[in-house]
């Protein structure tokens, strides 16, 4: 990860919108709506996800109001994938960004349980077999399984246990840093 006086280096690939805010306004935030048109059909799982990302996020960085969904930028730009849209190489104070492993958030945006370890992931996904549930989404989305959805939700909280230790430069343990913005200011550009 680049970093250099309280700044680290992110790349984050944007839609056209994005720009024309950022080069009017400048500064860009998303907001609900916006995700709910991108991903049409399958937005309740993004929603579910995201307002939970939202929800512990807003605890480590200050959200501003009225916008509140982030934008996601990555540490690599081998991490991007810029279709349909622009990448953007952004200076951002680290104050301003929240840190995880994109593929705790996988886990999240695919609805599943993060563990504290691999054990007691396989250990947790041993119990869903023992149900009879196949899916484990089935748990969050279906009105079924309360316990299973607090204990999977519940879980998400740890997509930011590697925040501080990335803030220190200590990368070990985390696979691909992923940072998370609550807006994307035009003097971030680089």
Known sequence: MDTKNGNVIL??????????????????????????????????????????????????????????????AFASMDQVDPAGGRLMTLEVPMSEAVFFDQYDWYKVLRLSYIGEDEADEEAFMRDLERRGIRDVSEAVLKPFYPDLKRKITDSWKRIFRHDAAIRRGDTSGVRAVQAGLWCIKKEWLI
Not at 15 to 39: C, D, F, M
Not at 41 to 59: G, N, P, Q, R, V
Request: aromatic share 20%; charged share 25%; hydrophobic share 30%.
């Open 11 to 72: 790349y984050s690939p944007q839609s056209k919108a994005v720009w024309q805010e950022l080069q009017n306004l400048g500064i860009a935030y998303s907001r609900r709506e916006y995700v709910q048109k991108k991903y049409e059909e399958s937005s309740k799982i993004f929603l579910t996800a995201y307002d939970a990302y939202i929800k512990e996020a807003e605890k480590i960085v200050a959200k501003p109001e009225p916008w509140n969904y982030p934008y996601w």
